[in-house]
């Protein structure tokens, strides 16, 4: 709780992205987030968003959140090969059929197989983008066209 003089001190949490404020992520995901965390404290929490890399990039994220340079951070595993090991595997194309099939078994896996690979954060949520065609998996198409 702290003492009567931090107890009305404002909370400012740092919210690090690389992607620019005009984002879809931005406008419809951190913001809002930002938003709720105000309304649910009565403003004594306040996220600010330090958007397009300013404080990490996609490569040094996992490295900013684990030392305070921002206190929230999106993180993208596959862009740092080797760190989260076992999510790798959400990776691999052909295996997931939409994003929310993905994001659906990240939440049934987490705890029992992946939590490990995460010890050292605290997870907010997980989302997925829709899985990338492939040269195999467009209608139509062949190798070596």
Known sequence: MGTPSQAGKKIVLKLAHFMPPMHVQHQKG???FA?????LTNGKVQVKIYPGGVLA??????????TGITDIGFLLPEYIPGRFKRSSVFELPFIFSSAAH????????????????YKDYKVLWFLSAPPQPTPYSQKGRTQGR
């Open 102 to 117: 993905v994001t659906k078994t990240v939440y049934a896996i987490y705890d029992k197989y992946l939590a490990d690979d």
């Open 35 to 39: 938003n709720r965390v105000a309304e």
């Open 57 to 66: 990039n996609p490569m040094t994220m996992a490295d900013a959140i684990k």
């Open 30 to 32: 951190f913001v809002p």
